[in-house]
């Protein structure tokens, strides 16, 4: 059995990122690799600025004029270095989707790579970004003047003019994409207004829908687990038992806790259909949403059981479940793989809202935190997410920050180290 | 619990249609109604057309000309009667989603409905289609003159020169959509080119995502249950059990019987992850795919038992199941509603192909037959669907062809009437 709830991919994607310096182009690169990573699509990123910086680690705005011969004749050796280490990605180690990072601003620059790739039978399609909202362009401005290898230890000030020079030289040339036999998605001020033309597989189609749903603007996410539940007192997995006093406790205080956190500002909370995290969340003060796809890991045979009794009566699962949590199904219930791609409608609408507070499961939370913080397959279930802890996200430009709030309310340890044995969990 | 993987639907959508005649309109309109209603999201088209002919039945292509002031008074009637029953629907039965299948082709006009529709506090989302594709417009007008009311037995070659004049009239005044501040999707070409502004809802994303992925090339799907296998010969549900002899004949004959029916028509063959639809798909000389989606409804603690058994064990569950088949969900397992969830991907990568052969399960197969043959909810789980016969559905423009074509090869009956007792399948 293959498993796969979705299509198989049998294509390669090149991915040609297209706009102006300080248009938000490698933060939306980077959220393409990490958003396919996390559904298990091997996907990367080749950003041209790094291989120029091999040559020109700290090019001046006249680099990028036009008209300077031999800043053309270095970026365009860039663009062929990433060119071809995208190539080999493909071929070597199996990528699927690849992504050049790059401004790409002209017709002939596109058709030029366009030529590359079809030579090769890859059809590139082109994500532009194109924005004209002030406010945007100053974020990110501030960001590269911050952030960017090529102004490492210069005042920030003298960075931003030498940026702004920079981005005028790459304006005087500038053409929008409009070349209606390629490949494209144009996103116009991010989350505003979004161009399709001839989309053609069903991975790009993906693509498109994940670009379609993302916006910029600032917020933050909240996690929790439920409070504590009998089933965790008894060790049991899975169920749909109540909260323990300790854990009706916690709900009693995540009013509180999340007040101090979100502040004013308005927020949703979604929950799983389980009796323990509806009544984790019973006294937040908020609008509520309830998700099947919010639901715990569904241990299949095993719901019900302790660590214990699976290690006993299924001493060969077990085993197998320390040797690759990730993709280990429990007979007649799921892996981790299969909660990814349920949670996957839940990322595209977390993608698309604002605050949100979930309450959830283990399982859950830990495939939820992956994305966010792009934790790899093989660790992302072993991550400990205590009980009674709230947790905060804030995505920045290109990383996002973690909070963990602690209510001050014991609970059992329901973690598990990878190889040792199970025992009953400790207070 | 509420068992819904997606999210709960707390807002209405207004859609407006946008075109000059023989753009496919009314065909996206009632595309939209179709899929909708079989994701059990209460939707509804209004079409202006029906209203004006209350009045006018056969009007000549005059009575479209701008400077018409009496036809223009007329549909401005048509229109609001028809926006006005759509308000009706939304507060009286409803409603979630809304069509308003009209032209739509001038500023004014949409400004005129947005107005209307924002004093009700529902922000419209106008869909256009845009089209300068000659044999797709011809292909229209041609469906036009021989299925419209408006020409009712007229000579056709009258109507179709009728129908000309009356599309260039609307030429004339015609603007396509570009005003920012609204939200709108532009079809390009169905299939081609698709513009998306301001979409602000999870609905309309998701209607957005759909419309992207439609195309109108001619093409056939083509289902077909497993052959016999050895639990349907036991009377048993579920399960992952080898074809009887008599399914593996069925699946020596299935290469014959869709050379027939397809042709040297390009296939891809979908299957599930079980044994029996690989097994029966095992001869097909065609490129094979395998979805975990399309594996059988799972009958969770009823796995593997006779309804017999069922019957004696679970006599609750087994009336219950009759009384609304649709919405039960067999304990630890799935409802046909749960199914049609884990369909929805399958029914979108269905729009994006051509023509593809689909071996599945009874279950499966009712739901998908159900999304192109818009049988309603109370009818699909009770729909026969016998074993050892291909189904191939050919969708035409405002409907979808049925052919069946029987194996001459027996197989029990896995029917069961609503109602009637558990008996032992007969041969």
Redesign the interface.
Known sequence: ????????IDNRICVIMVGLPARGKSLIAQKIVRYLSWLSISARCFNVGNYRRLETAHPTAEFFDVNNAEGERLRRQAAEAAISDMFRWFDQDNGTVGILDATNTTKSRRSWILDICRKRNLEPMFVESWCDDEDLIMQNIIDVKTTSPDYVGQDPETAALDFRNRIRHYEKVYETVTE?DITYVKLVNVG????????QS?LE?RI??YL??LHIKPRCIWLSRHGESIYNLEGKIGGDADLSSRGREYARQLPRLTKMSVGDRPLTVWTS??KRTQQTAKFLPYRQ?????LDELDAGQCDGLTYEDIEERYPEDFAARDENKYEYRYPGGESYRDVVI?LE?IIM?LE?QENILIVTHQAVLRCIYAYFMNVPQDQSPWMEVPLHTLIKLEPKAYSTEVTKIKADIPAVSTYREKGSSAKKPKS
Chains 1, 2 share one sequence.
Not at 1 to 8: P, R
Not at 192 to 199: D, G, L, P, T
């Open positions: 059995m293959t498993g796969n709830y979705a299509l198989q209606r505003s207004q979004v161009i399709i033309n001839r989309i069903y189609s498109v829908y379609m749903n259909t389980l949403l309830t998700w099947k796809a349920r409608p609408e698309r």
